[in-house]
């Protein structure tokens, strides 16, 4: 019955972007639609077991569920592999989900050996270098054991061709080396090990958000000692050319804008976001301000100026809320009233964070956690309007305030290694240059 249920929601979602979409002739972008080639390449070996790989086929096909498949959109690729590689569904086969989902339930089981390294370069000259597309490419490599043949030289030639790889790992007898070998670097977030075929399902939305920032979160920003994918939104507005007024932080050589009425920070959505946001991410911003009315932080408006997404700063009562698209209603608002929220608006530096998930959103100042609030399932986001900050609600009128990062992390697990160090009061005084 739940899986029932979660059948037509997921059918629900496809006619009402369908529906909205055609309505006004807008374009939503989400992981949905985001256009990539993904491969997925499936061991098919004796120690696999005709009832684990039903376990595997319906785990794949839970994860196609969440796109759009089509030309314009997600084009999926099947490898099966024991002894040698079998191509089961080539890329662009299918012109829909459905479709697709029913070649992926009549795979049959191979049974043999174990040739991870041969499959992985069958991929790539039979089914990758058929794709015409030039667009994110990637492959899912899942094995329970050791290869019988070498992988690190596929691997390599993926990467030279711009294929990002990952591995998934079941049970004991799979090597850590050989999956570090086979995944894209960082480890940490192209290596996944499940203890057996009955865990693969624990991580479906885990393998389904990395899959989804792969396709919308093409941009890199380097932070500490790695690249996060993610969107710099002052960088997407054109701050450093928009805005004259630096304010320099001594302590961390940070350096914050100081906005002002007479300058417009607004973009095509489209630039900004050409795909749209994963279903979780990070929402950063470090800030001060004077203003005691109502104004938006940040928004995504559709071309009709209708709110998508935006953090609103609510002088009048001191709360913080956060709008959303809704599955339920086309729009959701929440709101922090939290004690801790009325800190923003003491003329100070602060940081907000907002951990947004598929069922939550959650605040966090200055690195402290301060109010969770749930959500409804979201829609994709219409990318034919502006992208903006520091506006007020339905005004082109800027805000004046003083911001120095505003940034979307696709991670969500950068929510743990975000901090709030480049505030002015934790590392020092500020003080004014003129640029």
């Excluded at 979660?6 to 639609?33: F, H, M, P, W």
């Excluded at 319906?58 to 759009?68: G, K, Q």
């Excluded at 690195?367 to 992208?387: A, C, F, N, R, W």
Aim: a negative charge.
């Amino acid at each position: 019955m739940a899986q029932n249920l979660k059948v037509l929601q997921a059918i629900l979602i496809l006619l009402l972007q369908d529906y909205i979409s055609a309505e006004d002739g807008e374009i939503r972008a989400s992981c949905r639609t985001a256009p990539a080639d993904l491969v997925f390449i499936l061991d098919g070996s004796y120690s696999v077991g005709p009832e684990n790989f039903e376990i595997i086929k319906r785990w794949l096909v839970n994860i196609t569920r969440n796109f759009d498949i089509g030309p314009k959109f997600i084009q999926v690729g099947v490898v099966q592999y024991s002894d040698y590689p079998v191509l089961e569904i080539p890329l662009g086969a299918y012109d829909s989900t459905e479709n697709l989902i029913r070649e992926m339930e009549s795979i049959q089981y191979l049974g043999g050996n174990t040739g991870t390294g041969r499959a992985i370069q069958f991929s790539i000259d039979h089914l990758f270098a058929k794709s015409s597309r030039f667009l994110t490419k990637i492959a899912v490599v899942l094995t329970d054991g050791k290869s019988q043949d070498e992988v690190k030289d596929a691997a390599a030639e993926a990467r030279k061709n711009k294929i990002t790889l990952f591995a998934i790992g079941v049970g004991s007898e799979i090597e850590e080396d050989e999956l570090r070998a086979i995944a894209n670097k960082p480890s940490s977030t192209y290596v996944f090990y499940v203890e057996d075929y009955i865990a693969i399902s624990r991580i479906r939305e885990v393998i389904k958000q990395k899959l989804c920032e792969e396709s919308v979160c093409p941009t890199r920003i380097p932070v500490a000692a790695r690249d996060e994918k993610g969107f710099d939104i002052l960088l997407g507005l054109g701050v450093k050319k928009k805005v004259k007024k630096r304010i320099q932080i001594p302590s961390s050589n940070a350096k914050a804008y100081e906005i002002t009425s007479n300058i417009d920070l607004s973009e095509f959505t489209r630039n900004v976001f050409p795909e749209g946001l994963p279903p979780s991410y990070v929402f950063v911003s470090t800030q001060r301000f004077k203003v005691r009315k109502t104004w938006d932080l940040w928004r995504i408006l559709s071309l009709d100026g209708r709110p998508q997404i935006t953090v609103t700063v609510n002088g009048e009562d001191k709360t913080l809320s956060f709008t959303t698209t809704s599955l339920v209603n086309g729009t959701q608002v929440v709101t922090f009233t939290a004690p801790r929220v009325k800190i923003l608006f003491d003329e100070g530096w602060h940081q907000i964070r907002l951990l947004v998930t598929e069922a939550h959103v959650t605040l966090y100042i200055d690195d402290q956690e301060t109010e969770m609030k749930p959500l409804h399932p979201v829609l994709g986001i219409y990318i034919s309007g502006l992208t903006q900050i520091g506006k007020y609600p339905g005004k082109e009128e800027t805000v004046q305030f003083d911001v120095q990062k505003l940034r979307i992390y696709c991670d969500p697990e950068q929510n743990n290694r975000e901090t709030a160090c480049e505030i002015p009061g934790f590392n020092g005084e500020v003080i004014f240059t003129f640029i």
